[in-house]
Structure formats: structure tokens, C-alpha cells
Nanobody
Framework: QVQLVESGGGLVQPGGSLRLSCNAS????????SGWYRQAPGKERELVAA???????IYADSVKGRFTISRDNAKNTMDLQMNRLKPEDTAVYYC??????????????WGQGTQVTVSS
């Protein structure tokens, strides 16, 4: 009923910037909370940043001050602005959302992920 699609990943040099976007579509009534996770090969998936419908945010210590999460409730989109990227930021980044459908269901949704590679 709800689909999440990430975009904006790619290859960037250390110190560079990327902006990831997540578009939600389908039978959406509202999105409660949403966030970005990442997973590097052989590593556990970790929370990068999260945001509520009211705009409250949290960040992993490793990205605080460099990444900014935002969302547009009217468009059901969410962005992650990533600045001063480091090689250790290399991972697959996943969009996540806790959403209500138009018929009242509440489910946790995941996108398919987008690759971010930080390398010279």
C-alpha cells in the first residue's frame, strides 16, 4: 500500500556533499516518524538520523554537525543533506517510515536502499 523510493546516492570525494531523497507514495494518510539508516558490508544496520512529523530530529554522533534531515509533510518526501563526507560514511542508505494508510493501518516501511560511496 505504501512504497518508499530513495534517490541521490552515488560516488563522491571525501569532503564533498550529497543529498538523498525519499519519496513515499501509495495509500498514505500520514507519516508519523521517519528516518535514514545505513549499512556497510559486514556491519550492522545503524540509525543515521530520524525526524518526527513535528520536525524534532535526532542524529548519530558520527554524523552530527555534518548531516541534516528534513521532511515535507505535504509532499510525503524526506531528504538527508550530507556534507563533509568521509570514507567511513560509505554504505547503503535506507529510507524508513512509520505510516498510517488511508484505511487506518499502521506499518513500518523500508525503501530498497541507495549506495553512497566516499572515495578518492
Amino acid at each position: 500500500q505504501v512504497q518508499l523510493v530513495e534517490s541521490g546516492g552515488g560516488l563522491v570525494q571525501p569532503g564533498g556533499s550529497l543529498r538523498l531523497s525519499c519519496n513515499a507514495s501509495g495509500s498514505i494518510f500520514s507519516i508519523n516518524r521517519s528516518g535514514w539508516y545505513r549499512q556497510a558490508p559486514g556491519k550492522e544496520r545503524e540509525l543515521v538520523a530520524a525526524i518526527t512529523s513535528g520536525g524534532s530530529t535526532i542524529y548519530a554522533d558520527s554524523v552530527k554537525g555534518r548531516f541534516t534531515i528534513s521532511r515535507d509533510n505535504a509532499k510525503n518526501t524526506m531528504d538527508l543533506q550530507m556534507n563533509r563526507l568521509k570514507p567511513e560514511d560509505t554504505a547503503v542508505y535506507y529510507c524508513n517510515a512509520l505510516a498510517h494508510t488511508v484505511v487506518g493501518g499502521l506499518y513500518n516501511y523500508w525503501g530498497q536502499g541507495t549506495q553512497v560511496t566516499v572515495s578518492s
